[in-house]
């Protein structure tokens, strides 16, 4: 499976998956709601990079009449909290467009009042995707969008995250699950477990693992990744009751999800844009004639010494 598509399909409301459940908080929140402080009676929308509609869920209840359309690469649905929000105002027309590329938009020329990213575009063919988006703008429609920032506080984590996998050590985990998993389909039982030396064998390398990795719980210097992994094998041991099938599922998914965590995690530091690459791309909005074109770092703190984001905004 597509690795932003198994992200979302998990039900994540934002990129930030369960730390922000609801929608986006602090600054990149406070961005946005300046952002919808628009003078009109009814806006038109454009989403690129939508993920599950978190942009929705702070849009109704301020913008009164227009619609909200989102489009990803990914197979993407409205989060619980989107469709929570959706069911309090059934005028506002919102839909999502799936493996709908930015570089090439299935909407008509001038359709939309503002067109909006947060950590999306950045992932598409820019000298494509900024084309489409003027494009699809209609007269002095504005484009709001936050990218990834090489110096940004996301992208230092999603880099050390990539440095945080322990490839031997995690096929050793999963080895030592499938070898409980199989002595177990053979025995029937999980009380018969502890007969099996091939499984006590197995839970051994696997508590001296937990160890290793648990014992420094601290997100500043422990080891976040497999602290996870940790974690979620082990969770395995909740489900000896289950069928075989859901147990096979379960340590297929295992390995799969992390495995595609850290394709997101590649393409996050991958996408990032240094201060040289965003004036080559407010020069390319110029030449293609936007107006009005600006761009600065966005601060996560008030002390503005954590960058969340590079901001760029222009006009039509």
């Not at 467009?97 to 930015?102: D, E, G, I, L, V």
């Not at 299935?106 to 084309?131: C, H, M, Q, R, T």
């Not at 995690?170 to 070898?179: A, C, N, P, V």
């Not at 508590?207 to 014992?215: D, F, G, P, R, V």
């Amino acid at each position: 499976m597509e690795p932003w598509t198994s992200f979302w399909q998990q039900g994540h409301s934002t990129t930030f998956g369960p730390f922000f459940k609801n929608g986006y908080e602090g600054a990149v929140k406070n961005w946005w709601l300046d952002v919808l402080k628009i003078n009109k009676t009814r806006v038109d929308l454009l989403d690129i990079g939508c993920g599950n509609g978190a942009l929705l869920i702070d849009t109704l209840g301020i913008l009164e009449n227009g619609s909200y359309t989102g489009i990803d690469l990914a197979d993407v649905q409205f989060s619980e909290p989107a469709l929570k929000k959706m069911s309090l105002y059934p005028e506002f027309e919102a839909t999502l467009h799936n493996q709908t590329a930015a570089e090439s938009l299935p909407f008509s020329a001038a359709s939309f009042d503002l067109v909006s990213s947060i950590f999306g575009i950045e992932y598409s063919d820019l000298n494509k995707s900024i084309p489409e988006a003027f494009r699809v703008l209609r007269p002095n429609g504005a484009f709001k969008a936050l990218i990834h920032a090489k110096e940004s506080v996301i992208t230092e984590m999603s880099v050390r995250a990539l440095g945080e996998y322990r490839d031997a050590d995690m096929s050793t985990i999963l080895e030592s699950l499938t070898t409980i998993d199989a002595e177990l389909n053979r025995l029937k039982s999980p009380a018969s477990l502890k007969k099996s030396n091939k499984a006590e064998s197995a839970r051994s390398n696997l508590n001296t693992l937990a160890q290793k990795y648990m014992s420094n719980l601290d997100p500043r210097t422990g080891n976040a990744i497999m602290v996870q992994f940790v974690g979620d094998s082990l969770k395995f041991f909740k489900i000896l009751r289950h069928s075989e099938a859901v147990r096979r599922d379960y340590l297929n998914g295992l390995k799969s999800e992390f495995d595609a965590s850290r394709s997101r995690y590649k393409a996050m530091a991958a996408a990032a844009k240094s201060a040289d690459q965003i004036g080559d791309i407010t020069a390319v909005m110029q030449d293609i004639g936007f107006k009005s074109v600006e761009s600065a770092y966005l601060h996560s703190d008030q002390e503005k010494k954590e960058i969340a984001a590079w901001q760029l905004t222009a006009t039509k």
